[in-house]
């Protein structure tokens, strides 16, 4: 059944001069909707036209609602010649589909051409009327919510979390058509930004006909990304999460559920994450060609590297029974999925039961393509192309396609078997192309789940008090999942240093947030480890081969390093880790982020000693002991710096912001001389090769300077990748998010391996310390969910783009209030997770008294959101000259301090193209795509306020392709961002207007009073 | 290792106002970082020089892409590419139409189209404001010239309204509009005892009185003419020159109106005859452009020499 779209074109203002003659500019739109087209009546001789023309109705069917754009060109009318196209609108008429989001999308947009970027806005009105649908067999999965957010959204519930959904559609990349070699750079971008727009819609249709099956209602983390994999085409893929959401309707409820970060952070639904250890393998399996043609299918199978401490214990059995009984229960949820994974990085209270540890699988795949050597170029006039019949190979890809990543995502679950887990969480998938390699990459935490909430009907399930005995809040998920007796590697098992009860690993590695709940003690902080590799240069499957044989080098590089650094840091556990591995023509590089903590249930981590192999020579020995003197320094200030104080001490400072550790202190005080006992025993046997780093020739020598050259954040700076920094929890309202973009040339005369980590050290390092100076009028503040992308575009090129949020906190402020509370609330979410929904209602008996009337604080820049999307709408109306912008804010986190997201409105996702032919005048390639990416942000922003949004969160600059030609004076830029549209209120004003509320409230109920005064 | 590409997007601008006011002044990055690190920043914040250069260059890169938009500033208000909360929107603003009051000395009432460009080298090495900055001021001066030039009603509002400035300053673009307009030399050596705020002072008064709109104000004419009639009329005071009962009875009144308000009383009764003199000889002429453009040289030398002679100790108009 088909649903009406009604379009309406208001006006449009500072519009470009199209007419030398007159300076002025003689505009007409046309509304694009599928195959159905509309005009405006031509508006003469201005720059600001009013066109207010009538609606546009497009009647259609709801699959073509979910999956075409509607596309707004405006031209410049023309009697003579041609009409000029001065710009286009894609807008996505998604967030209209489902009845909670947004009603109307009205509002100024950009007026966005590939080649001259933003020229002018136009103000238009969108609106769908949906009929209802009761065709069981429909095409379409309107009503499906897509959360890009990797938790739970704020104002839900999960009823269910049905698990793992994914989907690719492949199509031609219009860059490479036979086509492109006639037609405009302009035309040719068009084409790719419609198509891609295109798929994505249809790619989101077919993913929530999925979650439809699997009767959800929702899908939260959803990740799409596009592989532009050149002359063989363009993926488009996804993956997510599906869930049945119930929204939180009563207001109560969601009032105080952030009224600070700090108290949402501890109420908010999260989970224990638990994991150590990593485990990773890779599978290169070299795919030359399919079909009748050429298929020689080799596949190359690398041992599997696993990585923790050393040591071992005697198994304690404790856990034993528990464990089985769950493992059952689980087990029978997950096994009818074909992939028990979840790309959620955060869960509702209760829902991780225990962690195994980061599982990996990384395949190098030739690209299926016809050899043209002689097209290589990017630009307008050097465009590859080839002549090939697409519709054969429309056909076969995305089967093959299909088919590798199933081959990694079913070696990802075995490797989860293997650590005694069911189920991967923290999930996500990666690729990395150059000319027809390309690198699969699949990664997540390997994790024991709590099946209550994996099945229809047992929300109330009888294993939940036993749970919550067995589990003592913040130590459960560290506690192994798989037998001890049966270990799948080699780990060094200790009791945990909380409960005592249970098996810990000495480390933890995981994709994951922090849990809430997780008992953390001082601060964390960014840890990378940056790697590269020179490779040969080579064709095909050679090339392929040399890759895959360079991998697990890497891999176990990247990891020392990681361990390394860990133990320099003085912490024991690794969350949201991210290693990205990138190939060029002639190097690999790797780049693992991290956040890293010290877990309070985990081992004291051991020094790091160093060990030198030549026969002893005097200044040698001086040598060495030199180096693990600093070390030693490096490791006391690290500890001193974030905070890290053993147990014992930690109760002294006064102020430590983290309430937990300091009960744990009280409570672990007379125990804590026995665990250092442990410590030292460890280290008197197991520990040699973990730790110990050999210094035997100039490599090494190399490595252990690097890690020395690390700097700590100035002060008043603190970093990390997760959504929140363990320890601090005072944020303020403040929040800054930026992208900064990096691109280095290498001189190729000192390409050697050791130059080449330390310029892409150099690189990473000096861009850090550029954030953290520009940032700093912040102070205090700190980098969150800091994302690092390594591309190498060309041969000597290494691009580096970095977007994260900086947000300031107090760092006086005790927030002793808040503190209590949280505590209390902690209690209490770990005696009885079923109430926690109801803390709210207390909670917000209680905070209201407390500050009655908060000074009214004349309306924030945001606008609250009742009033937001009143203004929204009356902007609608022809541009008033007063009217200012809305302040809309963007942020990579699932929240934003000091304010409450009552609505979410949509996904956001956006892809753009822009090419310049005039590089050197519009600033060179600093210019060019500074200005790109500022137009991008105001686009994002344009289409959140026209929703009725005033920020969105959990946004991501998944792709940021950059090619240049100097010579050619060219260059060319795709750009692929997403994000949640969101309404937000600042607490202080929904203090107010609950406070308002209950007197309006009463004023029906006595109108004679209200009459009469 | 060379940096190819270094750029910082921030969703809300990032604005350093130090380095603003660097780029307003017209220093090249390179200057602008050697100030910085003068200003001791590095020592400050622990940052090597290579971040300042960065960072430098990356504000300058914002503020070029700004100034389009500073050029009509209420396009700055409605603009979606940068997100600036209003209250740097304004500062912004101010700061860009600020300028150096040694500048406007310099170009008062020239004409500011032709042939002043050329001497922008000269104001430069007299001034000490880089030539950057001077072209801005120019620029700036033209710019405010040609949008208020034929606009009806309140000089003083339409500068507002249009380039959004504060009182103050919308204030001190009417007097630089209003001397540009009707020439008024300012030039002479004799004058250049009297500051800008001097000369702004007058055209308010001038703006107040001698318009079109000053006479009538449901004319809902020009700030920017003197009004002809007035003009005319004021030829009309040589009677108070010529007729002795007249410059009795002018006398008297003058008188009574200041006796008590000024210290120099005396005196000037005493020269009153000699001082009116000179000020209804200036009027009358009033009605020749050349005239008018000598104004102020005029009444200097006529009026308010004698005075100082008289070692009158205020200035008085």
């Given amino acids: 059944m088909p649903g009406k779209l009604k379009v309406k074109i208001v006006a449009g203002r500072h519009l470009p001069v199209m007419d030398r003659a007159s300076d002025l500019t003689d505009a007409f739109v046309e509304v694009k909707f599928g195959n159905t087209t509309f005009k405006t009546d031509v508006y003469l001789k201005s720059l600001n036209p009013q066109w207010n023309s009538e609606w546009f109705k497009f009647e259609v069917d709801d699959e073509d609602l979910q999956d075409e754009p509607l596309q707004i060109t405006v031209l410049d009318h023309d009697t003579y010649s041609a009409n000029d196209a001065i710009g286009k609108v894609y807008i996505d008429i998604d967030p209209l589909l489902y009845s909670e989001a947004a009603t109307v999308i009205s509002g100024w947009f950009p007026i966005y051409d590939t080649i001259h970027g933003i020229r002018g806005e136009i103000n238009v009105v969108v609106k769908v009327d949906l009929f209802n649908d009761l065709n069981r067999f429909r095409q379409s999965s309107c009503g499906v919510k897509f959360f890009c957010t990797t938790s739970i959204p704020k104002c839900y519930r999960a009823v269910i979390i049905h698990g793992f959904v994914e989907e690719l559609v492949v199509n031609e990349d219009p860059e490479y058509q036979w086509i492109d070699r006639i037609r405009t750079p302009r035309a040719s971008n068009e084409a790719r930004q419609r198509l891609i727009s295109l798929m994505s819609g249809e790619l989101q249709r077919k993913i929530g006909l999925k979650v439809l099956e699997m009767r959800g209602n929702a899908v939260v983390g959803y990740l799409q990304c596009f592989d532009l994999e050149g002359e063989s085409g363009l993926v488009v893929r996804a993956i997510g999460t599906a869930c049945t959401l119930d929204k939180l309707s009563s207001p109560a409820a969601l009032l105080p559920a952030c009224n600070s970060p700090s108290r949402e952070m501890k109420e908010s639904p999260l989970v224990h994450p638990p994991s150590h250890g990593c485990r990773s393998t890779h599978n290169s399996p070299i795919h030359t060609a399919t079909g009748s043609r050429l298929t020689q299918n080799f596949s190359v199978s690398v041992p599997t590297l696993i990585y923790t401490g050393m040591g071992s214990g005697s198994a304690g059995k404790e856990g034993g029974p528990f464990k089985a009984l769950l493992r059952q229960q689980t087990q029978s949820a997950l096994e009818q999925r074909e992939f028990p994974f979840f790309t959620l990085t955060a869960f509702p209270p209760g829902f991780l039961v225990h962690v195994g540890g980061v599982v990996s699988a990384r395949s190098v795949k030739l690209l299926d393509r016809i050899h043209n050597p002689a097209f290589v170029g990017i630009m307008g006039n050097t465009r590859s192309y080839k002549l090939l019949d697409w ?41 990395s192309i150059c000319e027809e390699v390309c690198i699969l990459s699949a990664s997540g935490t390997a994790a024991v789940l709590n099946p209550r909430f994996l099945q229809d009907g047992t929300v ?13 809040a913040g130590c459960g998920f560290c506690h192994i999942p798989y037998d001890e007796l049966n270990m799948p590697f080699p780990a060094h098992l200790t009791y945990c240093n909380n409960c005592r009860k249970q098996k810990v690993p000495d480390v933890l590695f995981t994709t994951i947030d922090l849990p809430v709940d997780a008992t953390v003690i001082g601060k964390g902080c960014l840890i990378q480890a940056r790697l590269c590799r020179l490779k040969k240069k080579a064709q095909a499957e050679a090339n392929a081969t040399a890759i895959s044989n360079l991998l697990p080098f890497m891999e176990y590089e990247v990891h020392t390093q990681l361990m390394n650094k860990l133990k320099l840091k003085a912490m024991n556990a690794l969350f949201g880790l991210r290693i990205q591995i990138t190939v060029g023509e002639n190097m690999l590089m790797g780049l693992a982020s991290a956040t890293g903590v010290y877990l309070a249930a985990l081992p004291t981590p051991g020094g790091i000693q160093i060990a030198g192999k030549t026969p002893n020579d005097g200044s040698y020995e001086q040598h060495i002991s030199h180096m693990q003197k600093k070390i ?42 026995s665990s250092d006992e442990v410590t030292e025993l460890d280290l008197s046997h197991g520990k040699k090769d973990a730790f110990v780093l050999e210094i035997d020739d100039t490599d090494a020598m190399e490595d252990v300077h690097s890690l020395l050259t690390d700097v700590p954040p100035p002060s008043g700076f603190y970093s990390c990748n997760t959504e929140i920094m363990p320890g601090i929890n005072n944020w303020t309202s403040e929040i800054q998010m930026f992208t900064s973009v990096r691109v280095i040339r290498l001189s190729s005369l000192n390409l050697t391996n050791q130059a080449l980590n330390k310029n892409f ?4 390092e000096n861009l850090l310390k550029s954030l953290y100076f520009k940032l700093r009028s912040m102070i205090p503040c700190c980098l969150c969910h800091v994302n690092f992308t390594v591309s190498l575009p060309e041969d000597e090129l290494i691009q580096v783009t970095v977007t994260a949020v900086a947000i300031t906190f107090d760092k006086n402020q005790a927030l002793q209030t808040t503190k209590t509370h949280a505590e209390k609330l902690l209690q209490r979410a770990s005696t009885d997770n079923e109430e926690l929904l109801q803390f709210p209602l207390e909670l917000c008996s209680d905070s209201l008294p407390s500050h009655p009337f908060p000074p009214a604080k004349a309306v924030t820049v945001e606008k609250a959101s009742p009033m937001g999307e009143g203004n929204f709408r009356n902007r609608s109306a022809p541009p008033c000259a007063n009217s200012t912008v809305g302040v809309v804010k963007m942020t990579p986190l699932s929240f934003i301090p000091g304010a409450k997201i009552t609505k ?38 344009a289409h959140v306020a026209a929703l009725g949004g005033n920020a969105v969160v959990s946004y991501i600059m998944k792709q940021c392709v950059f090619m240049e030609n100097p010579n050619k004076n060219q260059a060319q830029c795709l750009i692929n961002v997403s994000g949640d549209a969101v309404v937000f209120v600042r607490e202080s004003e929904l203090e107010v207007v609950s406070a308002q509320q209950p007197a309006a409230n009463c004023q029906p109920s006595c109108p004679g009073g209200e009459v009469t005064t | 290792m060379t940096s190819e590409l270094d750029i910082f997007v921030g969703n809300t601008t990032l604005i350093d106002e130090d380095v603003y006011r660097l780029w307003l002044d017209g220093y090249s990055v390179s200057d602008a970082v050697v100030l910085r690190v003068c200003s001791g920043i590095l020592e400050q914040t622990g940052a090597t020089a290579a971040v300042l250069q960065s960072d430098t260059m990356d504000h300058y890169r914002t503020f070029h892409m700004l100034e389009r938009l500073l050029h009509a500033p209420p396009k700055m208000l409605h603009q979606l590419i940068f997100q600036i909360p209003p209250s740097r929107q304004a500062l912004l603003i101010e700061s860009y139409y600020a300028f150096d009051e040694a500048f406007v000395r310099e170009v008062l009432g020239k004409k500011l189209f032709k042939g002043t460009k050329k001497d922008l080298d000269d104001i430069s090495t007299k001034t000490g404001i880089t030539l950057k900055s001077c072209r801005r001021h120019l620029d700036n001066f033209k710019r405010v010239f040609k949008v208020v030039e034929e606009m009806r009603g309140s000089l003083v509002d339409n500068i507002q309204q249009h380039f959004l400035l504060s009182d103050r300053l919308a204030r001190d673009y009417a007097a ?62 040589k009677v108070l020159v010529a007729d002795k009962d007249l410059l009795d009875l002018h006398k008297s009144l003058v008188c009574t109106a200041l006796r008590g308000k000024l210290g120099v009383f005396s005196e000037m009764e005493a020269n009153f005859k000699n001082l009116s003199r000179g000020l209804v000889n200036v009027a009358a002429k009033l009605t020749h452009n050349k ?11 006529k009026f308010v020499e004698p005075c100082r002679s008289d070692h009158w100790p205020l200035n008085e108009y």
Avoid at chain 1, 460 to 472: I, K, V
Avoid at chain 2, 219 to 236: A, G, I, T
């Fill in chain 1, 391 to 431: 519709n054969s190979f429309n056909s076969d890809e995305p089967e093959t396609r299909d088919a590798w990543w199933a081959e990694i995502r079913q070696e990802i679950k075995s490797h989860a078997k293997a650590l005694g887990c069911h189920a991967v969480v923290g999930y996500s998938e990666s690729t």
């Fill in chain 1, 460 to 472: 109330e399930g009888c294993l939940e008090p036993r749970l919550e005995e067995n589990l003592p």
């Fill in chain 1, 632 to 673: 030693n320094d490096t490791i006391a200030k690290n500890k001193e710096l974030y905070e890290i104080n053993p147990p014992e001490i930690s109760e002294e400072i006064i102020g430590s912001p983290i309430p937990e550790p300091r009960q744990r202190s009280r409570l672990l005080r007379s125990q804590s001389e």
């Fill in chain 1, 761 to 764: 050290n150099d690189l990473c």
């Fill in chain 1, 904 to 941: 979410y409105l949509g996904i956001i996702n956006m892809f753009f193209i822009r090419e310049t032919t005039s590089l050197r005048e519009e600033g060179g390639v600093s210019g060019f795509l500074h200005a790109f990416i500022a137009e991008v942000f105001a686009m994002v922003r």
């Fill in chain 2, 176 to 237: 630089i509009v209003f001397f540009a307009n009707n020439r008024f030399e300012t030039g002479k050596k004799k004058l250049h005892y009297l500051s800008f705020g001097d000369f702004a002072f007058c055209a308010e008064l001038m703006i107040q009185n001698w318009t079109l709109r000053a006479i009538d104000s449901q004319v809902d004419d020009m700030d920017m003419d003197l009004d002809k009639e007035f003009l005319q009329d004021l030829k009309e005071l």
């Fill in chain 2, 291 to 301: 005239d008018v453009r000598d104004l102020f040289v005029d009444l200097v030398e």
